[in-house]
């Protein structure tokens, strides 16, 4: 595939593919680390970080200069044995140059055709003027009113109007 490394091609059962990467106080970022840790998924490919990545500075520890890593683009996967779909987590720790997010998105997407996944998540956080007497929530913006009405029905909240900035609203669109 191209611009894809695999280590393993898993074979999946009707999988959901989330995504995250860091944003509003790395909470879509967290939330898929954990999902990764407590499912103990495994990675199996990774998109080469050359392409969309680019060093902006440099690292300085005790007074010595180091050139930092790329940001990584990993995807893993996870055979859910209690459930009739299985898990890719595409997670990033950082977004790409927003300039090159169409060609960054095509090859994630090219990761979810390959492997037949139907249902894509991605995880992001909104700034909300709540304090912690509130109940908290969970929003959602869909691709169609079939899967909004779906959403609904669990208990979340629709997302009536607004902008979904950065590589959440432009993986998704």
């Not at 894809?4 to 106080?25: D, Q, S, T």
């Not at 990584?72 to 044995?81: A, G, L, P």
């Amino acid at each position: 595939m191209n611009g894809v490394k695999f280590i393993k091609r898993p074979r999946l059962r009707n999988p959901y593919l989330i995504v995250a990467w860091p944003g509003m106080g790395e909470v879509a970022f967290r939330a898929a680390a954990y999902l990764i840790e407590k499912l103990k998924a495994e990675e199996f490919a990774s998109i080469p970080p050359e392409d969309f990545f680019y060093l902006t500075s440099s690292m300085v520890d005790k007074g010595l200069l180091k050139v930092p890593e790329l940001p990584h683009s990993k995807f893993y996967y996870h055979k859910n044995k209690n459930g009739k779909n299985d898990f890719i987590i595409f997670i990033s720790n950082a977004q790409p140059d927003l300039s090159r997010a169409d060609e960054y998105s095509r090859r994630i997407i090219q990761v979810a055709k390959e492997f037949k996944a139907k249902t894509v998540v991605s995880f992001a956080s909104m700034p909300l003027g709540i304090d912690h007497t509130q109940e908290p929530g969970v929003w959602f913006a869909a691709t169609s009113s079939m899967i909004g009405s779906k959403f609904k029905r669990m208990g979340l909240n629709a997302l009536s109007a607004g902008a979904i900035s950065g590589m959440n609203g432009l993986f998704l669109g």
